[in-house]
């Protein structure tokens, strides 16, 4: 009979290939603070350091968890009286595995607060972005879009933007309380890798948007007062230099892909629709330029194909692992 397996077997077994991602970000974030000179460039304060080491912090966190209701699961916490709230820990603790990825896709979205992207890289890049679009525009888009600007359209166009807030967790959620686990696992790692893209683009190419860029050249203000709330709100708690791609139509793109791909007709119209006024809305707000948009296509396409590729590597390689990690009966005394 095999000897009990160790707490790395144990830890291996119950990790997911969700657990590389967010220990490989962890790492790549230490070693680009490490590797250049952003303390030199700029003050790094606590809140920095706490998002940047927060997928660590959650993954060691859920593998302590992991580790505790491992233990409550045993024979000897099953004889226990107290074994029915184990039994509640360990469903809690079920429900915070599986919605892991999301503290995760939080975590690097929240760092984005903290301009990290400039700290690495603190030129910025709207001079070229801004001179693809007039290369086939002729001129910036926002710009063009100018005479059609209405406080009507703002609104609505400013709704649709706003809602991308609400748009994957609701998803998300709808699949997990239907029991459509596979999916919701299979979305849930797309968007990580989606975002993960993401933030690296937004290292390698900063950018402020249109709106900031040429904001002495805009003519036609979107909102009729500036005191305006929703504006106020937008642009307070607005990332700066997100631009290139845009996840606000990448995000729903993908979540868009994966509904048409299930025949979920209904949904994946209404997705489709989605998609649709995201991309414009986006524009149209001086967020993002016209290439924002087009190049997020094929970042959606790849975080798509990797995704599946992950999930179907992973097992097999866990495998593999624990074959080689296993320990050998003890040989029988001479």
């Known amino acids: 009979m095999s000897a009990p397996r160790g707490l790395w077997q144990r830890v291996l077994a119950a990790s997911r290939v969700e657990d590389l991602l967010a220990l490989g970000a962890t790492l790549a974030a230490l070693v680009l603070l490490v590797a250049t000179d952003s303390y030199q460039r700029f003050q790094l304060g606590l809140l920095d350091i706490f998002f940047i080491l927060l997928p660590l912090l959650l993954l060691l966190l859920k593998i302590v968890i992991t580790e505790f209701v491992a233990f409550s699961c045993s024979e000897q916490a099953s004889t226990d009286p107290e074994g ?50 007039a290369w086939f525009l002729g001129d910036q888009a926002a710009i063009l879009l100018q005479p059609w600007v209405r406080p009507w359209l703002t609104d609505l166009l400013n709704t649709v933007y706003v809602s991308y807030l609400l748009y994957f967790p609701g998803v998300a959620f709808f699949l997990y309380v239907t029991g459509r686990r596979a999916a919701f696992r299979r979305v849930m790692l797309g968007l990580l890798l989606l975002m993960g893209m993401g933030v690296v683009s937004y290292i390698l190419v900063p950018a402020i948007g249109p709106g900031k860029f040429f904001y002495e050249r805009f003519t036609v203000p979107l909102w009729e007062r500036p005191s305006d709330p929703m504006f106020l709100l937008i642009d307070r708690y607005r990332v700066v230099h997100d631009c290139f791609p845009s996840l606000h139509v990448g995000i729903p793109l993908l979540l868009c892909l994966y509904a048409w791909e299930a025949r979920a007709r209904a949904a994946a119209a209404a997705a489709t629709v989605y998609v649709l006024l995201m991309m414009p809305a986006t524009v149209y707000l001086r967020y993002h330029y016209v290439i924002d948009v087009v190049a997020v296509f094929p970042y959606v396409v790849v975080a798509r194909r990797m995704a599946d590729m992950l999930l179907a590597w992973w097992p097999t390689c866990q495998r593999r692992l624990l074959e080689k990690r296993e320990i050998p009966d003890p040989a029988p005394p001479a």
Do not use: E
Not at 119 to 125: D, K, L, Y
């Open 84 to 133: 029915f709230l184990w039994n509640f820990l360990g469903q809690l603790v079920g429900l915070f595995r599986d919605w892991f990825p999301f503290f995760l896709l939080s975590a690097f979205y929240f760092s984005l607060f903290t301009n990290f992207m400039l700290r690495v890289n603190p030129h910025t890049a709207d001079a070229r972005l801004a001179a693809i679009d």
